[in-house]
């Protein structure tokens, strides 16, 4: 399985130049302890039979604020100093780093100023609104959204805290990968949804430090499908658009998740909305757990026949699924499947 102890991938991060690396990794692992669960991983004998590979879901829907996004936001709020963080912090979301910004900030006894988009969906701005967070709206587009953080920030003085841009974030993140290999350490494969970057960055990193051969795959909406082109590209790829009823995978790679997905990402599986609902579905009926479109696009790609038909299908036998978050929309769910 190669290295476990750190060394190997996890030098070659450093330099490589990576905003993070395993190190960060450890030192955001250490610092938010007190303030996430350790989540659980689960599997299921009948997905797998569906499947015919070993799956294991590492089920950050069960994460406080209810999505992995607690790990980077509360390494960022927890790593400023008194005087950074009086003036309290401000992101731009769609919702779920939205909550856990607000959640962290308030774990911290600081404002937290929330730029959420209009088409946000209203389960997850009720979030913002429990974790005692000060909403400031934004039109839909990401331009927008970084236009009206950025001038609150200037008006506040509040420190931003990037969804996925940013070091503290990507190595929050990573946290994810450190738990996941260590409960289930033959996993060969981990497929990861994709959006700004953070999570898989943050995942990849880590991973291929402990287990340099590891496979990382990323799972993303044909909606939204802008990390597929950045690779085959060689450069970020911008959508002038997206239409996904995965509301967590509509941003686009930053500069510093960018290199990692270039490098470290084996291969991006593109899955349409349909494949996206059934998985929802599968979730509910077999692993009898929430989750939301993006949390449930790693098991779309794990049973698409865009991953049956590829190489690291076959070199593949067991699988972790990162389930992002359970933050569901259940009358957009609802609407999407009678549509059908």
């Not at 912090?89 to 962290?104: D, P």
């Not at 479109?293 to 026949?305: E, H, M, N, R």
């Amino acid at each position: 399985m190669g290295s476990r102890d750190g060394s190997g991938a996890g030098d070659e991060a450093e330099t490589q130049g990576y905003a993070a690396n395993i190190h960060s990794i450890r030192e955001a692992q250490a610092r938010i302890s007190p303030y996430v669960h350790k989540t659980p991983v689960l599997s299921s004998s009948s997905i797998d039979a569906i499947a015919g590979k070993q799956l294991f879901f590492k089920c950050e829907c069960f994460q406080k604020a209810g999505a992995f996004k607690i790990r980077g936001a509360s390494n960022s709020i927890f790593a400023l100093d008194d005087d950074q963080a009086s003036k309290g912090v401000v992101t731009h979301s769609s919702g779920n780093h939205a909550a856990a910004v607000a959640l962290a900030a308030n774990l911290r006894g600081i404002p937290a100023y929330i730029v959420i988009p209009r088409n946000a969906p209203a389960c997850k701005v009720d979030n913002v609104k429990r974790y005692g967070g000060h909403i400031i709206w934004s039109d839909v587009t990401i331009e927008s959204r970084e236009s009206v953080a950025k001038k609150v920030e200037e008006e506040t003085g509040a420190i931003l805290i990037h969804p996925f841009n940013n070091k503290y974030t990507i190595s929050g993140q990573g946290t994810v990968s450190l738990e996941l290999l260590e409960e289930v350490p033959e996993i060969d494969t981990i497929i990861v949804p994709i959006s700004g970057g953070g999570l898989i960055s943050g995942v990849a990193l880590a991973a291929k430090a402990l287990n340099p051969s590891i496979r990382i795959l990323a799972a993303e909406p044909k909606g939204a499908d802008d990390s597929a082109q950045s690779k085959v590209a060689g450069k970020i790829i911008r959508l002038p658009s997206t239409n996904t009823i995965a509301d967590g995978l509509r941003a686009f790679l930053g500069d510093l998740t960018w290199p990692v997905v270039r490098d470290l990402v084996d291969d991006i599986i593109v899955v349409d909305d349909n494949a996206i609902v059934d998985a929802m579905k599968m979730c509910y009926e077999m692993l009898k757990v929430a989750v939301e479109p993006s949390g449930a696009i790693g098991l779309a790609a794990a049973l698409s026949d865009e991953f049956k038909q590829s190489s690291a299908w076959h070199e593949s036998s067991k699988i972790g699924i990162i389930v992002s978050g359970g933050n569901v929309d259940l009358g957009v769910l609802w609407e999407s499947l009678y549509k059908r």
